[in-house]
């Protein structure tokens, strides 16, 4: 290798190959020297002084050097940690920019601050960056641009997928390759979702702490690379396989018309408080990359002690640098953005108009994909749900809580309940957002299972190592009567029946409905509802057969069909809540017990435990293809959380006469043994008397009168 490190340029950070060699580009103003250091096969490693520094960038090209190459650099300056600035060439240090990384983090290595200002050398312990070369061949792959209105998202983790998956081959399970697999892919295309969210899939390392207790950050919310793909899921290696490992799975995504959604953590990074470990943007430019008070104090608003500050010139060109290029070369579909609050900070506090999110909101890539906040940090003010501008979707948590509310009998009336479920206008509505803006969950990867959550009253986090202080206390979870598994009838019956409510109430609700990977198979985690830190089957989707909870997939299949089927059910815009049209019915009402529409009095009753909804199909009306008269069917839906039956009562005056049951979740027209879930059959008339047995769900959906010749009268 030649000891002639070229000029290069500046323009583009992380390493550039080309035919003569690599050019490698690092931004750190402050520092006084800065060597790329190169890695042979056997760890050797050769340091090579970059010779230019434009713009605050240190750069040069290095002859002969291409794809593969593992490589890191060392900065020389001021060790002044009060003043922003930790160099140390003793740190060998990730590029912020490598587009792959190798290696792990040895938590064990002396990598660490601490009260020891130098320290030994840390290169055997720390991950390293890779050259990689593009030329992926993405043939005619297009982004299948699903309309918000048609998304259903399924959140998943990569591994957890496909680790038990029995048609995945061994070698493959838990691997992008594995995800990419048709057995899993198949099964995600006759779900019914249009989505896949992946947990963090850029790459991370685990915390130090969790490391000690001989656990691991499974679930990935601790980046270290922004632009790599996370090595250990890649089939391929770590020597650049991993990138077009990644980008054949979200090819082979697209082919099926499902769209990839990166969950993506830019509020904090895998270095930590100022005691963790440096390994790379604290040695670059701690002062410009993290949030800090006078004396070198960190901000921590995400509660893993850094904030990165995405207010800085160079933070913010780091992040939009990086979601550029996971739009544009690997073709990712959007981004669910971590503790997205934590983004939307100046010097002054919390600001809508914060530089990232103005930056997204301009930037003529970014703007074009799907955009969710996670609204909300570590702090009380940081709590913005209903506040992001558009064209932001967010995770609404008032939606979760008023649904788990109901269906566990806690909740105080119906009157959240129906705004949730009509796509919370509420929070949406005042600034022209529509009401895809909401994206709705009953469960995520934070917290209980489907299963769990109509299994469990507490958490039940002892194998996390921390005394099982950790998790959310407040689950809002009902155990039906006991607490874990049991083999009691009853009580399995209706946590079945629980489950299919949950289920069922999500998937007919207006908004983006978030599916978490499992919960349609009964998935458990035994009570956990803080699993971060289980690489395990505890974590994992198990893909087995189970009796006792297959109604859950079949239920789920058959909404998302019906919701395809029926705009009504995928409503673009809000409900007015009058007539739509001179001499028409409501767009949408809401039944008292009684079959009365919903008063005011009735609003303001605290016990009410049971509403209908009536979604009116009529006003989508149009014409077929023979100028027949056609309108979009119409769906009644009986809530019904009390623990004794009710009778209700199937409106009328000039709403349909007929209606056919497409869902009883208490199975009373199941066979014998049956699970519940998907029941069938039967019809009810106006005015006709309905029996709901307790904690039962029933959809109704109005009998077609068949075509009629335009202009017909009903």
Request: hydrophobic share 35%.
């Amino acid at each position: 290798m030649s000891a002639t490190v070229w000029p290069g340029t500046h323009e583009r950070l992380g390493a550039t190959p080309a035919e003569q060699g690599t050019t490698f580009a690092v931004w750190a103003p402050e520092a006084s020297h800065v060597d790329v250091c190169l890695f042979d096969e056997s760890g050797a490693e050769t340091r090579l002084a970059l010779p230019e520094h434009t713009l605050g960038v240190w750069h040069g090209t290095v002859p002969d050097v291409g794809a593969g190459q593992r490589y890191g650099y060392r900065a020389s300056g001021a060790y002044d940690p009060a003043h922003g600035r930790r160099f140390n060439p003793h740190r060998l240090l990730l590029d912020p920019y490598a587009r792959a990384v190798s290696g792990d983090l040895d938590p064990r290595g002396p990598v660490y601050d601490g009260l020891d200002r130098w320290g030994s050398d840390s290169a055997r312990h720390v991950p390293k960056g890779v050259v990689v070369e593009d030329g992926f061949d993405w043939g005619d792959d297009r982004p299948p641009r699903t309309s918000w209105a048609e998304t259903v998202v399924y959140e998943a983790h990569l591994r957890g997928l496909t680790m038990r998956h029995p048609d995945v081959p061994p070698q493959l399970r838990g691997t992008y390759a594995g995800l990419a697999h048709p057995a899993v892919v198949d099964e995600l295309v006759r779900l019914g979702v249009t989505a896949v969210e992946l947990l963090p899939v850029q790459q991370f390392a685990s915390e130090p702490a969790v490391s000690a207790r001989g656990l691991t950050n499974y679930w990935g919310y601790n980046t270290l690379g922004f632009f790599a793909p996370h090595a250990a899921y890649s089939s391929a290696g770590d020597r650049g396989g991993q990138v077009t490992e990644f980008k054949q799975l979200v090819r082979a995504l697209h082919a099926a018309g499902l769209e990839v959604l990166l969950d993506v953590v830019y509020n904090h990074t895998a270095e930590g408080p100022p005691g963790g470990p440096t390994l790379s943007l604290r040695g670059l430019g701690d002062g410009a990359y993290y949030r800090q008070h006078r004396g070198g104090v960190y901000d921590d608003l995400t509660g893993c002690g850094n904030t990165l500050a995405v207010s800085h010139p160079a933070a913010l060109r780091l992040v939009m640098d990086s979601l550029r290029y996971w739009v544009a070369d690997m073709h990712v579909d959007g981004f669910r953005f971590d503790l997205a609050s934590a983004l939307a900070r100046t010097d002054q506090g919390v600001d809508l108009n914060a530089p990232l999110l103005t930056a997204i909101g301009q930037d003529p890539v970014l703007r074009e994909v799907k955009l969710v906040a996670e609204p909300w940090d570590a702090t009380p003010e940081g709590y913005l749900v209903g506040r992001f501008p558009p064209p932001w979707c967010e995770w609404n948590d008032k939606y979760r809580d008023a649904v788990r509310d109901f269906w566990r009998g806690r909740a105080d009336g119906v009157r959240d309940l129906a705004s949730r479920l009509s796509g919370s206008s509420d929070l949406y509505a005042d600034d022209g957002r529509l009401p895809f803006s909401s994206v709705n969950f009953v469960t995520a990867h934070d917290g209980f299972t489907l299963r769990d959550l109509v299994s469990y009253d507490e958490r039940h986090n002892e194998s996390n190592g921390e005394h099982g202080r950790d998790g959310n206390p407040d689950n809002r979870s009902w155990n039906c009567g006991v607490e874990g598994d049991t083999d009691d009838p009853g009580t399995v019956g209706l946590r079945q029946r629980q489950a299919a409510n949950l289920l069922a109430t999500l998937l007919l609700s207006t908004g983006v409905p978030m599916i978490t990977a499992g919960d349609e198979r009964g998935r458990t985690q035994r009570g956990n509802n803080n699993a971060y830190c289980h690489d395990s089957a505890l974590s994992w989707v198990d893909w087995s057969p189970d009796p006792r909870w297959s109604h859950l997939t079949g239920l789920t299949r058959e909404l998302l069909a019906l919701r395809r089927r029926h705009a009504v059910l995928r409503q673009r815009h809000f409900f007015a809540g009058h007539p739509v049209a001179e001499g028409g019915r409501k767009d949408v009402a809401w039944f008292h017990p009684d079959g009365v529409e919903m008063a005011t009095g009735h609003w303001h009753e605290p016990g009410l435990a049971t509403l209908g909804w009536l979604l009116n199909g009529e006003r989508l009306r149009g014409q077929g293809p023979q100028g027949e008269h056609v309108s979009d069917r119409s769906f009644l839906v009986w809530m019904h959380a009390g623990a004794g039956a009710v009778e209700v009562t199937a409106p009328c005056d000039g709403w349909p006469e007929a209606w056919e049951v497409l869902l009883d979740t208490s199975g009373r027209a199941s066979r014998a043994g049956h699970p519940i879930g998907g029941s069938r059959g039967g019809r009810v008339h106006s005015s006709d008397t309905i029996a709901l047995p307790p904690h039962t769900l029933l959809l109704l959906g109005s009998v077609d009168p068949g075509p009629q010749p335009t202009g017909a009268s009903r």
